[in-house]
């Protein structure tokens, strides 16, 4: 059971590139979520999606958007990288409402230079 | 929306002593708190959750109490060991949109726990 698997695990970008974070999990999961992780910091929402073909804004959605075309995949996409995106992006999906425990990828660091 | 405040930011303990770590949160309709626990490089994992039914729940040397009138609920480990070292994190969120509050999962900023040998 693989739960949720992220790709890739690393990576560096230039300003102003684009890429996509994918997402998948294998749960049958309806509620999937994305979660930036600055150093020393907690987990910000940047999008969230109650099921497929539904999405919505967490609270730090600028400079990100979302997809949500199966109930398996959720993938990030970063538009015109800047600086501030550096960080690691963790991607989770729940079965429910967030009332039951919610299962992390492995994580993404992205460094934008 | 919901407002999660988690303090201490770091605590430092000796093996055998206890650590609480306390969580207050804004929205009275949240009825759900999980508390996560992330080893360093890890992905973020659960460890024990408690809902608003519910005053304290035990799971062998961690506990989870809450606190709905005053609206904060606090993470204790007893006889602390050196692999208790991590960040933790504690959330809060609504049931269902029908009662009010969001659905999303809120954490707290997280709490550095280091237990010396």
């Known amino acids: 059971n693989a739960g949720v698997t992220q790709t890739p695990k690393f990576r560096i970008l230039k300003i102003g590139q684009s890429m996509t974070l994918q997402c998948a999990q294998d749960?049958?999961?309806?509620?999937m979520y994305w979660y930036r992780q600055d150093p020393g910091m907690g987990l910000k929402l940047i999008y969230y999606?109650?099921?497929?073909?539904?999405?919505d804004k967490g609270e730090v959605p600028n400079g990100y958007n979302v997809s949500r075309s199966t109930t398996e995949d959720f993938p990030l996409r970063l538009e015109l990288a800047a600086p501030s995106q550096t960080s690691v992006y963790f991607c989770?999906?729940?079965?429910?409402?967030?009332?039951?425990?919610?299962?992390f990828g492995q994580g993404t660091r992205l460094t934008v230079v | 929306g919901e407002n999660v405040e988690q303090h201490p930011s770091t605590l430092s303990v000796q093996e055998g002593d206890s650590a609480v770590i306390k969580c207050t949160y804004s929205?009275?309709?949240?009825?759900?708190f999980p508390w996560y626990k992330q080893e360093l490089g890890k992905r973020p994992q659960l460890i024990i959750d408690?809902?608003?039914?519910?005053g304290e729940k035990k799971d062998q040397r961690i506990a989870v109490t809450l606190n709905k009138t005053a609206k904060h609920f606090s993470l204790h480990i007893t006889e602390t060991q050196p692999e208790d070292s991590a960040v933790y994190f504690c959330?809060?969120?609504?049931?269902?949109?029908?009662?009010?509050?969001?659905?999303?999962?809120?954490f707290g900023k997280g709490t550095k726990l280091t237990v010396n040998p």
């Open positions: 959330a809060a969120s609504a049931a269902s949109l029908s009662q009010g509050g969001s659905e999303k999962l809120v």
């Open positions: 999606s109650v099921g497929a073909g539904i999405t």
């Open positions: 929205d009275s309709a949240s009825n759900y």
């Open positions: 989770a999906s729940s079965y429910s409402w967030g009332n039951t425990e919610a299962f």
């Open positions: 408690i809902r608003s039914n519910v």
């Open positions: 749960m049958n999961h309806n509620y």
